[in-house]
């Protein structure tokens, strides 16, 4: 940063997994981080090991007016209940943080003047009938089902930022993160890896829904990271697929994990949730040809790392 002006980067949802791993990023490449979160779904836990004068934390609910001192030259949107254990629990709240908190967060960069980025979700393809997914494909979502709460809320936050832009002249990007795993994850947020991992390691059944051979794409935390600043820094205003195009059925992600933590584990298999995706898998083309990004952490070794930081978890607990 020697000779330029410090960037300075405002971060929704900054105590969340994703949100807690873009501050480190941001904070690595020189920025000056702004990090928002009311700690709803995110914890303190995930930015206690930042030691920077570069980094301030604002308790703040998004779906209030926003305002944060000084200059701002990016804002990432990640503030969101992501998990289906979270957005059931919560319909409305997820409802008002895709609408009003959308709202909020691109009137701070409109105000600032920054570039803003949202964080959409692959939920907007639904249960998908183009197999696999790319951008231009408009999706097979339940409008009504108990999903749909956080599907709809992620549509309507991007026809909110492709609003700002057209009328407003925001400087706007959307990414649609598929399934990404990690160190931070919370382990009884409901979703795969956390949960199989949780079971295992407690020599517990692990419990799939239907029979395990509905598809997901799994990428490691700092891949998706590395992708969503590409597409920041790209001038691409349009969705942009980030996720692992490699393709796994939810058993053979349980098998992996049973046998990497060495658990006497087995599979049970449980009825499969209301409009549950039966297969997910992105097309990254349009990240490759605007960015040059792609995953570089295969499944495996990902796994290997995301098992590693949940056995220190529990031990810091004194769960074990």
Not at 178 to 205: C, L, S, W
Request: net charge negative; aromatic share 10%; hydrophobic share 35%.
């Amino acid at each position: 940063m020697s000779g330029q002006k410090q960037k300075v980067s405002v971060i929704t949802g900054a105590a969340g997994f994703i949100g807690s791993h873009i501050c480190d990023y941001l904070l690595a490449a020189g920025h000056r981080v702004i990090g928002l979160d009311n700690l709803n779904t995110g914890t303190l836990r995930n930015l206690e090991h930042i030691d920077s004068d570069d980094f301030v934390y604002m308790d703040c609910d998004i779906t209030s007016f926003i305002d944060v001192p000084g200059e701002v030259d990016y804002v990432y949107h990640l503030a969101s209940p992501a998990s289906p254990i979270d957005y059931l629990q919560i319909p409305l709240h997820t409802l008002k943080v895709g609408a009003v908190g959308t709202r909020n967060a691109i009137g701070l960069a409109k105000w600032k003047r920054a570039r803003f980025l949202l964080t959409s979700t692959s939920e907007v393809y639904g249960d998908p009938e183009v197999h696999p997914q790319t951008e231009d494909y408009w999706g097979n979502v339940n409008p009504i089902g108990p999903r749909s709460v956080y599907d709809e809320a992620k549509r309507y936050a991007e026809t909110t930022t492709m609003a700002y832009h057209r009328q407003q002249g925001v400087d706007t990007r959307i990414v649609r993160l598929f399934n990404t795993y990690g160190p931070r994850m919370r382990p009884y947020d409901g979703r795969a890896v956390p949960t199989f991992i949780r079971q295992a390691m407690e020599d517990k059944h692990l419990t799939v829904f239907g029979d395990g051979s509905q598809t997901r794409s799994f990428c490691y935390v700092s891949d998706l990271v590395e992708g969503i600043f590409r597409v920041m820094m790209c001038d691409y205003h349009g969705p942009v697929n980030l996720g692992n195009p490699s393709e796994y059925t939810i058993k053979q992600l349980a098998e992996m994990i049973i046998k990497m933590t060495g658990s006497k584990s087995k599979i049970i298999y449980q009825s499969l949730p209301t409009d549950d995706p039966t297969r997910r898998r992105p097309d990254i083309s349009l990240a490759k040809k605007l960015t040059a990004w792609e995953p570089t952490i295969v499944v495996e070794d990902g796994l290997k790392r995301t098992v590693d930081w949940f056995s220190r978890y529990f031990e810091e607990e004194g769960t074990f």
